[in-house]
């Protein structure tokens, strides 16, 4: 007899992985616009705040928008089909060049804060990449489809610094204006690949079908999955946004933090290129585990010195662990939904993920201006600890579980 769910599961897979070529150029495309306000922020951040204490508000606000983002990027993901979302995004990640810009030239720090707002919006939608490249494929094919488009982050690791480097003194005395313009027409790039998406508007069936959210929100598997995607990002995030302007205080120079990030871009998605192998082969759960490890050893590194390799160490590592714990959370939100459940799962988790990231990111620049690089980094273990405590508890009730199946399972032979 003929699999039919087999020969369908294999078109949909062929169908996925030209979106994947796509997506992944997205993501390096859209990277470059991360890649410039974390490189830059907090530095033209201290040079239009009132007071350095507000340094990082401009990274902080990136933050907030993208918590302010998610959930509209699954509405209109859910109404419209999720190449309009992407349209959208990319035409915020536009204005995000253009308004930051004006920004640097005029001296506004609050215009400032109100561009990097904007490219949090586009963040927010390029999160939902990683998902779409996922949609209506085979089970054994979606982390390898996750992994592949965090993938194209490589690129934006050494576009987004790269193009701050070019392009930061174009205009003197005007540091980064022009970096601005540039990630302008890179968004633009994107909005024209994303065009290409093969994304169909949703099936009416399919905007009222499935589970109730608190339902979905209250299994084991996704408190696990979005309490590891709280962890890992937001601790990233921390020390990333603070490291620029930590180095800066500690007397290194501005190429010094851009190749910093760079690498530390390069570290985040570099890994995506068999992350996903290894998750099909150890399972989600062991492949997180790791990662909230090596963001923990990054800490420690960060720790141990203040020369430029120490910093340098910390970001590469940080990355890394980032990219094991981040893409394992995501594959692991993906086995807790339904199809036709998928966007407002998703959305939700990445609510959470970025929410939680916003509360923390405004207490980032004070947290550094009062208590220094070292405390920033003590912050990372006690949630690593809890994500690490959490993902056993719940590996191994589902551990038991199965082997409370197995023994109810009736002997042939008696």
Known sequence: MIDVTAGDETTDDARARGNVLRLAAAQALTGANSAVIFATGSIVGATL??????ATVPLSMYVLGLAAGTLPTGAISRAYGRRVAFIIGTGCGTLTGLLGAWAILH????????????????GSVAQSYRFAAADGTSAAFRPKAVSWVMAGG????????????WTMDVWPPYLFAFSFVMQALVALVAMAVLSGVDAPKPAAADLHGGRPLFEIAKQ?????????GVIAYPMMNLVMTSAPLAMKMCGLTVSDSNFGIQWHIVGMYGPSFFTGSLIARFGAPAIVAVGLILEAVAALIGLSGITAPHFWATLIVLGVGWNFAFVGASALVLETHRPQERNKVQAFNDFLI?????????????????????AVNMVVFPPVLLGLAVLSLTSFAKRRAKLRAVDEIPDPSI
């Open 49 to 54: 705040a009132p007071t350095i204490s507000l």
């Open 107 to 122: 001296s506004s720090f609050w215009l400032f804060c109100a561009a990097t707002f904007l490219g949090g919006l586009y």
């Open 354 to 374: 970025f929410g939680m990231m916003a509360i923390g990111s405004f207490s980032s620049g004070q947290l550094l201006a009062h208590y220094g690089w070292n």
């Open 154 to 165: 490589v690129f934006a690791g050494v576009l987004g610094p790269q193009l701050v480097q």
């Open 220 to 228: 084991p598997r996704f408190i696990a999955a979005a309490l590891c």
